[in-house]
Structure formats: C-alpha cells, structure tokens
C-alpha cells in the first residue's frame, strides 16, 4: 500500500529496482511525488509510499500502460549481465523510446562513463570530453544516449542523460568496484581490486546521482544534452579502503590487485569478471571526471566525503565479494 498522494503530486515512473532505482524511487518520494517503481519482478525491499509493479521492460506496450499520465519516466536499468548487454539492450532501449514517444513522459537515462577511454593527460573528464569506447558495453551504451538526444533535438521526445561514475552508497556490496570489498575488510581479510591501488579514481554518490535525475527531470532546460553527477574530488582504491576500515574501526586491510592474466582466467568460469577485464583500463590509470557544470546549472552538489564513506562502510559490510 502506499500513502496518501497529495492532489498536486506529479506520477514519476522508475524503471529499474537496483540500487540506483531503488536510491531515485526513495528522493522522489520525499518530494512528495507519486512513485511507481518497475522492475520484471515486481517484488523486493518495501519503499514506503512507492507502488512496485512487475512489467517486462521489453514489452512496449506494456510499459506504455504503466508509464501513461507520469510526467517522467527513468531509466535505471541494467540487463541481468555484462555479458547478455548486446542481447538484452536493444529491446529494452527500442520500448523505452516508443514509451517516451507515446506517452510524452520525460526520459531520463541513468547512464554512465564507459563510452570514454583511457584518459590521455592531467584534464579531467568532462560531458565533452571525446568517446572512444573501449568494447562492445561502451559502444552500446554511447549508441544508445546518442539516439535518444538525437530523439530529442528531432522534437520527437524530450530527453536528458546523467552519466556517473562508479557508485558509492549503502546496500550496493558485489555491484560496486568500491563496495565489493566492505565485507573483506570488516573481518580482516585481503581486498581485491582492479587495477592500481594508487591511482586517483572519481566515485559517485548513488543519493546524488538520484537527485541529479530528479532535478533534470522538470528543469526543461537542462533536457536534451549530457550532465555528469555531482561527484566528490578523487580518492585512490587505497585511500578508500583506509578510509572505509577507520570508519569500521578495523585495521587497514591488506590490498592486492587482480593481474590481468588471472582476471582472463578467472573469466573463463565468470562472465562477468570477463567483461569487468574489458574497462580494467579505468583503474590502470586516473580515471577522474569533473561534474562542477551540473552543481552550477542545477544546484546540486556532491554530499560530504565523509558522509559518503560512513553510510557506504556501515551499509554494505553483509554483502559478498565477486572476488572472494
């Protein structure tokens, strides 16, 4: 059940119940919206006051059902894989269209940085920044954001995408790169990660990516073009883990990073580490972006560091680890 909807209150429809449409759902909902939370299952954690409802994203008109009379639609999917994306995608992308077609609804895309590659120099990532992606999760992804804008400036749509980086936040845990090894730490044992330890890496809070969609969504101004998350300054995988074991009062863990070679080998029997190897690149080297246009057009800023490692460590120690 939910509760009592005020009479102006506008119908805002997310889609996808991951972390990151479970962390929309909840923002729109304190703004008093009526909330109607879509997944293939229609079942999960209770959202006080959101409406859950079980709808087959690749069903155009089903979607078109129950997205009718919102006057946004969010897109915070992910196919069921990394490796089902080049099969599961194109459905999905192709309803969400027509849905915003038919409808009127706003599209919002939760996107996020796999259509940049390796960063060259100092400067740091930007929505302008060129694409050069890295394999077939960043072509699809770029292709996908490209067509929905182009959707846009042909006035066939309205449309805006919010790319962020890897996520931050509570109940994330195997999903995130800087989550995955919460539990690790808690008890004492090595972490995994990608890449290097000492490379200055951007991580984004999941509550301000929500809001950063939330706010894009009835600011027509800010539609048709490409904004990156509010997103705190750089920390290292090693920072991070340091920060998170303070948090926990538990030793700094020991860290080790996953070779490529063993990463290809471990891949053999997981599809998703094998396709986590295929942007590995974004933790050999700085992998920064810089979100200061989106604080300045739309007046959201990043939540406090410390916010940030406190509720990530305290809400992600039950979880397990892909790598352990």
């Known amino acids: 059940?939910?509760?009592?909807?005020?009479?102006?209150?506008?119908?805002?429809v997310v889609i996808g119940a991951g972390p990151a449409g479970r962390a929309t759902a909840t923002h729109l909902k304190n703004l008093e919206h009526q909330v109607v939370l879509i997944s293939r299952s229609g079942s999960g954690p209770t959202i006080h006051g959101?409406?859950?409802?079980?709808?087959?994203?690749?069903?155009?008109?089903?979607?078109?059902?129950?997205?009718?009379?919102?006057?946004?639609?969010?897109?915070?999917?992910?196919?069921?894989?990394?490796?089902?994306?080049?099969?599961?995608?194109?459905p999905i992308h192709a309803a969400l269209m027509h849905t915003a077609q038919v409808t009127g609804a706003v599209l919002v895309t939760l996107s996020n940085l796999y259509m940049y590659g390796p960063q060259r120099d100092a400067s740091p990532i930007t929505?302008?920044?060129?694409?050069?992606?890295?394999?077939?999760?960043?072509?699809?992804?770029a292709r996908m954001d490209c067509e929905t804008l182009q959707a846009h400036q042909d006035g066939t749509l309205r449309a805006v995408v919010v790319r962020a980086?890897?996520?931050?936040?509570?109940?994330?845990?195997?999903?995130?790169?800087?989550?995955?090894?919460?539990?690790?730490?808690?008890?004492?044992?090595?972490?995994?990660?990608l890449g290097r330890t000492d490379q200055p890496h951007?991580?984004?809070?999941?509550?301000?990516?929500?809001?950063?969609?939330?706010?894009?969504?009835?600011?027509?101004?800010?539609?048709?073009r490409v904004w990156f998350a509010p997103t705190n300054a750089p920390v290292t995988q090693r920072e991070l883990a340091d920060q998170i074991a303070a948090v926990l009062q538990v030793p700094s863990p020991?860290?080790?990073?996953?070779?490529?070679?063993?990463?290809?080998?471990?891949?053999?029997?997981?599809?998703?580490?094998?396709?986590?190897?295929?942007?590995?690149?974004?933790?050999?080297?700085?992998w920064v972006i810089d979100s200061s246009a989106t604080s300045q057009a739309v007046g959201v800023y990043p939540t406090g560091w410390n916010t940030v490692v406190r509720r990530s460590a305290r809400g992600n120690v039950d979880e397990a680890s892909e790598f352990s």
């Open 50 to 90: 959101v409406e859950r409802v079980a709808v087959d994203a690749t069903d155009a008109q089903a979607l078109v059902r129950a997205v009718d009379g919102a006057e946004v639609m969010y897109n915070c999917m992910n196919p069921t894989s990394y490796a089902r994306w080049a099969t599961e995608w194109p």
């Open 165 to 193: 980086s890897d996520f931050l936040g509570p109940d994330i845990g195997a999903k995130g790169h800087g989550t995955r090894n919460i539990p690790a730490i808690a008890h004492g044992r090595r972490a995994y990660v």
């Open 202 to 224: 951007s991580w984004t809070y999941i509550d301000d990516a929500a809001a950063t969609l939330a706010t894009v969504a009835t600011s027509p101004e800010t539609h048709g």
């Open 1 to 12: 059940m939910t509760d009592q909807i005020p009479h102006n209150a506008q119908k805002h």
């Open 254 to 286: 020991k860290i080790s990073s996953l070779p490529l070679g063993l990463m290809k080998v471990m891949g053999i029997a997981s599809p998703l580490i094998r396709e986590i190897s295929s942007i590995a690149y974004q933790f050999k080297g700085p």
């Open 127 to 141: 929505p302008e920044s060129p694409e050069d992606p890295q394999d077939d999760k960043g072509r699809i992804r």
